[in-house]
């Protein structure tokens, strides 16, 4: 049962995956690790940008990360604005602990039912030239259809990582959870600060959903399955963290990958939950957290 | 390249508490003043007044810099703070999980302070070296010492021209307390800064003040320059004790 090329392909499988989960977790490691807001609708956003990339794919032939790409903006101006209203109606008023999670638990709800009412509940796919291929290098395979969302993935963390340490706004991001008020004696006014930023994390899920359908097909409520799964990865890379958050997501990739490989494929939606678990236990800070 | 500051009747409070009745206070460009008064008794309240955090119900607060006058009462502190005002607000509120460099350089957030970031932290390493040896340490384990020099020198970086300080002996040893108000005479010195300093420590304060302002249960009870200051009987009441 055990061999060498086994190992090898889970391993790869197992850091393509997490990959790919990185694109998924990193507007959480932003709106919840750095802004302290359960979106819990995050995943849902997901499922919207695959279902725009699925439209324009098989309508006009687009690619898919071309898509996901296009798409950000609007996804930017649309989290911006659910940020105010979540604004308005809780955190104003000090009640986000609760009604806000309600309120995200109502944004992920009314997202699958209105995909589920135009779309139906079948699974879309997306076409393009590499989603059939595979690279092989000795014997570890390297399809693209994971591949290429890997490296967007990469691509999208080193960005984010780099906007984060090195901009005003980042390093802003970064405090206004920390220290609402010396951040206005800093002359930056929290709200706009978590408004930009909540709007940057929900623009990440029109990529992720984009690499998602690359991945495989999509339906509405699927998003319900990397919940769980985002969570894990940004509590384990240390909150805010997107370093720690990438390597969460790859060690997470890899977990699920081997579990998959040598106990069966059921057991591997337990992995995040069993990674969440293990991290409050032994290290509440995760890894790469700032104490 | 004039500013001054002008409080004039300021009420405030928090609810239905009043914390200050009727203060009026004068800053003149260049000065250093100190708002002196023991806990509880609205230096606080007065400086977060100046900061647009807390709403005067009464009376005007004038900041006139280069010829433009701007009524703070309606500013929010963020318009506050980019006209060059720049506050350490007491128990310091760093940013406990950014690193020493990440606070300096959110000082410097205001647009006008990012042209001359490079200069300002250079400024800040030279007058602050210990800072420079923690650049890459996370500020909630620097000690209480070097907290103050950097909530210091984070205000420092957003290049303003008008520096409040709230209680900067608060929680100091007293070797740290006399080198914390030595530096802030050198930076008011080196950087032509105009300074308001709230201070329960008299003898500290009054080493680096031109003029003080005595703070008594939310009113001023006495204005004066340095040598009035030392000769007034409440001074001697409250900080001298009157029976020695």
């Given at each position: 049962m055990f061999s060498a090329d086994l190992l090898a392909n889970a391993v790869v499988a197992g850091i393509l995956l997490g990959g790919f989960y990185a694109a998924v977790a990193i507007g959480l490691a932003i709106v919840f690790g750095q802004l302290d807001i359960v979106n819990i609708a995050h995943p849902a956003f997901i499922i919207v940008g695959a279902y725009i990339a699925y439209i324009l794919n098989s309508r006009f032939g687009f690619d898919p990360v071309l898509v996901g790409l296009l798409a950000a903006p609007a996804f930017f101006f649309v989290g911006a604005l659910i940020y105010r209203v979540y604004f308005l109606a809780f955190e104003r008023t000090g009640q986000e602990s609760l009604s806000g999670l309600a309120f995200f638990f109502g944004v992920m709800f009314i997202i699958e039912v209105v995909l589920i009412l135009?779309?139906?509940?079948?699974?879309?796919?997306?076409?393009?030239?590499?989603?059939?291929?595979?690279?092989?290098?000795?014997?570890?395979?390297?399809?693209?259809?994971?591949?290429?969302?890997?490296?967007?993935?990469?691509?999208?963390?080193?960005?984010?990582?780099?906007?984060?340490?090195?901009?005003?706004?980042?390093?802003?991001?970064q405090a206004?959870?920390?220290?609402?008020?010396?951040?206005?004696?800093?002359?930056?006014?929290?709200?706009?600060?978590?408004?930009?930023?909540?709007?940057?994390?929900?623009?990440?899920?029109?990529?992720?959903?984009s690499l998602l359908i690359i991945i495989g097909p999509v339906e509405p409520s699927v998003g319900r399955l990397y919940i769980g799964r985002a969570f894990a990865i940004v509590v384990l890379g240390g909150m805010g963290s997107i370093k720690g958050m990438f390597i969460a997501?790859?060690?997470?990739g890899i977990?699920?990958?081997?579990?998959?490989?040598?106990?069966?494929?059921?057991?591997?939606?337990?992995?995040?939950?069993?990674?969440?678990?293990?991290?409050?236990?032994?290290?509440?800070?995760?890894?790469?957290?700032?104490? | 390249m004039a500013?001054?500051?002008?409080?004039?009747?300021?009420?405030?409070?928090?609810?239905?508490v009043r914390a200050l009745h009727g203060v009026s206070l004068g800053i003149r460009d260049g000065e250093t003043v100190a708002l002196l008064g023991t806990n509880g008794n609205g230096k606080s309240t007065l400086m977060k007044c100046i900061m647009g955090m807390v709403r005067p119900t009464r009376g005007s607060v004038t900041l006139e810099i280069d010829g433009a006058r701007h009524d703070l009462v309606r500013l929010s502190t963020e318009e506050i703070v980019n006209l060059g005002v720049a506050m350490v607000p007491e128990g310091r509120r760093l940013f406990p999980k950014l690193t020493v460099e990440e606070n300096l350089l959110l000082g410097a957030f205001r647009p006008l302070a990012r042209a001359d970031i490079g200069k300002?932290?250079?400024?800040?390493?030279?007058?602050?070296?210990?800072?420079?040896?923690?650049?890459?340490?996370?500020?909630?384990?620097?000690?209480?010492?070097?907290?103050?020099?950097?909530a210091i020198g984070r205000a420092l970086m957003s290049a303003p021209r008008l520096?409040?300080?709230?209680?900067?002996?608060?929680?100091?040893?007293?070797?740290l307390v006399s080198h914390t108000i030595t530096k802030i005479k050198e930076l008011k010195e080196r950087y032509g800064l105009t300074v308001l300093m709230a201070e329960q420590n008299f003898h500290q304060a009054i080493r680096i003040a031109d003029r003080g302002y005595i703070i008594v249960h939310g009113e001023i009870v006495f204005e004066g320059d340095v040598a009035a200051l030392e000769q007034n009987e409440l001074v001697k009441n409250y900080y001298l004790g009157s029976a020695a």
């Open positions: 135009i779309y139906g509940v079948d699974y879309r796919l997306v076409q393009a030239g590499y989603i059939g291929q595979t690279w092989r290098i000795g014997f570890v395979d390297f399809p693209l259809r994971m591949l290429v969302p890997f490296a967007v993935s990469a691509a999208l963390t080193a960005a984010i990582y780099a906007y984060m340490s090195h901009t005003f706004m980042g390093r802003a991001i206004v959870a920390q220290d609402r008020l010396a951040l206005q004696l800093m002359g930056a006014d929290p709200v706009r600060i978590k408004q930009w930023a909540f709007g940057l994390g929900i623009a990440t899920a029109a990529i992720a959903g997501a790859l060690i997470l977990v699920e990958s081997m579990v998959a490989t040598f106990a069966g494929p059921s057991w591997s939606p337990a992995v995040a939950f069993g990674v969440l678990a293990l991290t409050l236990a032994l290290r509440p800070a995760g890894l790469f957290g700032r104490q | 500013l001054s500051l002008a409080i004039r009747d300021v009420d405030a409070g928090y609810g239905a300002n932290l250079a400024f800040c390493f030279e007058v602050f070296p210990v800072l420079v040896e923690r650049r890459r340490q996370l500020a909630g384990s620097l000690s209480g010492g070097q907290q103050q020099m950097l520096l409040l300080v709230d209680e900067p002996s608060v929680g100091l040893a007293p070797i």
